[in-house]
């Protein structure tokens, strides 16, 4: 295992719904990453953090929205979702960010279902 | 914007044959290159980088190339084998250097 961990594994929803993600790793790392995985867009980065603080927003939709209380811990918070939305979300972790050739640790993602 | 082209989409292979797998990327700033590979229900996990300072790195079977001029890179696995089947992701860092910007990923199988 790379020692980063996913909350919940499945997660079926429905357009009203609000619901939350977890990621959580255990390396010690200092930046985090969500990504959405769809067959249309294999790896879409959708929010960096690092030390807490979030450097990048990919012109991701305000129905996602993301928190990070400290460097261990990254949520998405979902709300009034659309059925284009179901996508296998992955959270990522590296040491650093930037331009610091450091390698991502991925964790197992969660299955997202809206209906 | 900064993007990252991968070709093919999809490669075919019979065991023991080389495969090779390219990618362009738009931003001469870029100088880090990793390949991640993902296995059918399995997250995506490192098997190579490369950094700007050289042209070739090799790993047993696997090897990148790097062409800056030209904005190129390349992975090659040599003698596949069906563990080997998976797909296959390039990236390389966006312009302002806070993230990778992957590639749309090579499904490569390898039949026995």
């Known amino acids: 295992e790379t020692g980063v961990t996913q909350t919940p594994r499945h997660l079926v929803m429905g357009m009203t719904n609000k619901k939350s993600l977890k990621c959580e790793q255990h390396?010690?790392?200092?930046?985090m990453y969500w990504y959405k995985q769809s067959a249309k867009k294999p790896l879409e980065l959708m929010f960096v953090?690092?030390?807490?603080?979030?450097?990048e927003n990919n012109s991701v939709p305000s129905r996602f929205s993301p928190e990070c209380p400290n460097s261990s811990h990254l949520f998405l918070h979902l709300h009034t979702l659309q059925p284009e939305d179901s996508a296998l979300y992955l959270c990522?972790?590296?040491?650093?960010?930037?331009?610091?050739?450091?390698?991502?640790?991925f964790g197992p993602g969660t299955r997202l279902t809206v209906l | 914007g900064e993007n990252v082209e991968q070709h093919p989409s999809t490669l075919s292979v019979q065991e023991g044959d080389s495969a090779v797998i390219k990618c362009t990327y738009s931003?001469?700033?870029?100088?880090?290159f990793p390949w991640y590979k993902q296995e059918l229900g399995k997250r995506p996990q490192l098997i190579i980088d490369?950094?700007?300072?050289?042209g070739e790195k090799k790993d047993q079977r696997i090897a990148v190339t790097l062409n800056k001029t030209a904005k190129h890179f390349s992975l090659h696995i040599t003698e596949t084998q069906p563990e080997d089947s998976a797909v296959y992701f390039c990236?390389?860092?966006?312009?302002?250097?806070?993230?990778?910007?992957f590639g749309k990923g090579t499904t490569l199988s390898v039949s026995s």
């Open positions: 990522a972790s590296s040491q650093d960010q930037g331009f610091s050739y450091n390698e991502q640790f």
């Open positions: 390396l010690g790392h200092n930046a």
């Open positions: 953090y690092s030390l807490e603080e979030r450097v």
């Open positions: 931003d001469s700033a870029s100088n880090y």
């Open positions: 490369i950094r700007s300072n050289v």
């Open positions: 990236a390389a860092h966006n312009q302002a250097g806070t993230a990778l910007i």
